[in-house]
């Protein structure tokens, strides 16, 4: 067992999961580096959500590995595999949609605490210290997040995209040093993805959170992937990039169509929305490095 850094920080091998009938992945291999921004992206039902939920331990797969900071996962339970350090948003939200947004983040560290996340705390006779300690630290998240105002606001009168970022922060709030992000951008507008961009590059760099992130926003992929994975069909099919994997043809004919692709025009506009990086993108980009 190794947990240097010159390892990644997730190892996934060959692995393949059934439903019944269905193989929803198929010997599906990934690594995702310390303090990477990793991009797993595919058309619908091509198997992503399928990948996190192995990994946090959803679902088990039939066959295959996945190593966290050297050490494997599978025989692990949910629990387990929190306290290591690996956090996780999910595609439909399960905030507590009548508690606010403060009460949510407690929740979720006390749901914590009972199975012994945070080292030294005891589940008796330390509880007003320890609530002090998951205030503050939920304040700190918010504050991160900018959305300290939202605090006492309860969850179901939030705007959606605010209640996406909730549940950003939601798993930030335990400090995981690896979060999985499941379309953090779904169904929010363009001004919110730019800020979910900004944000993505400020959980990185201020508590350096390695990210690995499902998304069909392709403009939020392109302004914050170190590399990006396509998934199809529970296969991969393409790796690098961002700008190199979504102008493949392979790629587009994969989320187009082969009908699509024949189209010039489509190919066009598919190709330019694909590697349309801003200047203002890259500049942000470069200053956020690590
Ligand atoms: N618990 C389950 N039982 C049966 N089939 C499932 C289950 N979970 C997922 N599937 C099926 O496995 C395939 C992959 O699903 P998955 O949710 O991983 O896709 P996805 O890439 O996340 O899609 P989307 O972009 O629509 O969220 C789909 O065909 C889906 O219907
Ligand atoms: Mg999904």
Same mark, same amino acid.
């Given at each position: 067992?190794?947990?240097?850094?010159?390892?990644?920080?997730?190892?996934?091998?060959?692995?393949?999961?059934? #439903? %019944?009938?269905?193989?929803?992945?198929?010997? #599906?291999?990934?690594?995702?580096?310390? %303090?990477?921004? !990793?991009?797993?992206?595919?058309?619908?039902?091509?198997?992503?959500?399928?990948?996190?939920?192995?990994?946090?331990?959803?679902?088990?797969?039939?066959?295959? =590995?996945?190593?966290?900071?050297?050490?494997?996962? +599978?025989? +692990? %339970?949910?629990?387990?595999?929190?306290?290591?350090?690996?956090?996780?948003?999910?595609?439909?939200?399960?905030?507590?949609?009548?508690?606010?947004?403060?009460?949510?983040?407690?929740?979720?560290?006390?749901?914590?605490?009972?199975?012994?996340? #945070?080292? %030294?705390?005891?589940? #008796?006779?330390?509880?007003?210290?320890?609530?002090?300690?998951?205030?503050?630290?939920?304040?700190?998240?918010?504050?991160?997040?900018?959305?300290?105002? !939202?605090?006492?606001?309860?969850? =179901?009168? +939030?705007?959606?995209?605010?209640?996406?970022?909730?549940?950003?922060?939601?798993?930030?709030?335990?400090?995981?040093?690896?979060?999985?992000?499941?379309?953090?951008?779904?169904?929010?507008?363009?001004?919110?993805?730019?800020?979910?961009?900004?944000?993505?590059?400020?959980?990185?760099?201020?508590?350096?959170?390695?990210?690995?992130?499902?998304?069909?926003?392709?403009?939020?992929?392109?302004?914050?992937?170190?590399?990006?994975?396509?998934?199809? !069909?529970?296969?991969?099919?393409?790796?690098?990039?961002?700008?190199?994997?979504?102008?493949?043809?392979?790629?587009?004919?994969?989320?187009?169509?082969?009908?699509?692709?024949?189209?010039?025009?489509?190919?066009?506009?598919?190709?330019?929305?694909?590697?349309?990086?801003?200047?203002?993108?890259?500049?942000?980009?470069?200053?956020?490095?690590?």
């Amino acid at each position: 067992m190794t947990t240097a850094q010159n390892t990644p920080l997730l190892e996934i091998r060959d692995l393949s999961v059934r #439903f %019944g009938g269905l193989l929803a992945l198929s010997e #599906f291999s990934l690594a995702v580096e310390h %303090g990477e921004i !990793y991009a797993l992206v595919g058309p619908n039902g091509a198997g992503k959500t399928t990948v996190l939920n192995c990994i946090s331990g959803f679902v088990r797969p039939v066959a295959g =590995s996945i190593t966290f900071a050297g050490t494997s996962l +599978l025989p +692990l %339970g949910r629990d387990r595999r929190i306290r290591l350090g690996i956090g996780r948003t999910f595609q439909q939200l399960q905030l507590f949609a009548s508690m606010t947004v403060l009460e949510n983040l407690l929740v979720a560290q006390h749901s914590a605490m009972r199975s012994g996340l #945070f080292e %030294g705390i005891l589940p #008796f006779g330390r509880a007003p210290r320890e609530d002090h300690k998951a205030r503050t630290r939920a304040r700190d998240t918010l504050i991160l997040l900018g959305l300290e105002e !939202y605090a006492d606001t309860r969850v =179901s009168v +939030l705007p959606h995209g605010i209640q996406k970022l909730v549940g950003v922060a939601r798993a930030l709030v335990l400090r995981p040093r690896l979060v999985l992000l499941d379309e953090p951008a779904a169904g929010i507008t363009h001004q919110d993805v730019e800020a979910m961009a900004q944000n993505l590059r400020t959980w990185r760099k201020e508590l350096g959170t390695t990210l690995l992130l499902i998304e069909h926003n392709m403009s939020l992929v392109q302004a914050v992937a170190d590399r990006v994975c396509v998934l199809d !069909y529970g296969r991969k099919l393409a790796e690098g990039e961002a700008r190199t994997v979504l102008s493949d043809p392979a790629v587009l004919e994969a989320y187009l169509g082969r009908e699509a692709l024949e189209e010039p025009e489509v190919v066009r506009s598919a190709v330019h929305e694909a590697t349309s990086i801003s200047e203002e993108q890259e500049a942000r980009r470069e200053d956020s490095t690590c």
